[in-house]
């Protein structure tokens, strides 16, 4: 197994910019740290559970996955759209409303969002089961590529805070940069291109 490679891809994949971290960061600009910590915690459990339903059950998930993968890349980018909304709509009075932001969002968020999906059901099988089958190594690459995650949206996380007083000054270009980048997120995994 090529150690490098396996996490090179890892980590330029958790912690490039995708919809969960964009909604970290947006978080953090329009809610409290615990606030988003809510979000973290969910995303990195619904990230650890298709890991590890990824190193379960992968020969079946290959053989449905054309079909999975076009609804999810419906349902993940009409998701991402919704959100790009509330992002470019936060601090409205209509948008106060709707919370984004939480944990049930993060967990979800996760389960929809083809770049995760995509990412669970080859990382497993492209850079851990060639060479290795036991439960027990298993289960230590999914705990390690998890951890990987959780670090990743950390990064955004803090990155969030340190500059949530800048974020905040240029409230209303920060939510357009980051819905557009939702928007970018949706159409990129939508499969229309």
């Known amino acids: ?10 980590v330029v994949v958790t912690f490039t ?3 969960t971290n964009i909604v970290i960061l947006s978080t ?3 809610n409290s740290l615990k606030q988003a910590m809510k979000y973290v915690w969910g995303a990195t459990l619904a990230f650890g ?21 076009t609804v999810m ?8 759209l919704y959100l790009a909304v509330q992002i470019y709509r936060m601090n409205t009075a209509e948008a106060q409303n709707h919370n ?4 049930a969002s993060g967990l979800l968020m996760q389960f929809i969002n083809p770049k995760v999906i995509l990412f669970t059901l080859t990382v497993i099988p492209g850079y851990v089961l060639p060479y290795y089958s036991s439960p027990l190594i ?18 955004w996380l803090v990155f969030g805070a340190v500059f949530r007083a800048f974020l905040q000054a240029h409230r209303r270009t920060a939510n357009t940069v980051m819905a557009l980048f939702m928007v ?10």
């Not at 984004?100 to 944990?103: A, D, E, L, N, P």
């Not at 230590?140 to 990064?155: N, Y």
């Open 28 to 30: 953090v600009q329009h």
């Open 17 to 19: 910019p995708g919809p």
């Open 138 to 155: 298993l289960t230590m690459f999914v705990i390690v590529i998890t951890v990987i995650g959780f670090l990743a949206f950390m990064a």
């Open 100 to 103: 984004t932001s939480g944990f």
């Open 73 to 80: 890349q419906a349902v993940g980018s009409l998701y991402m």
């Open 1 to 10: 197994m090529n150690l490098t490679a396996f996490l090179v891809y890892c």
């Open 184 to 193: 970018y997120s949706a159409v990129m995994v939508s499969g229309i291109f």
């Open 49 to 69: 559970l298709l890991l590890a339903a990824s190193a379960l059950l992968n020969r079946i998930l290959a053989g449905v996955l054309p079909g999975v993968l």
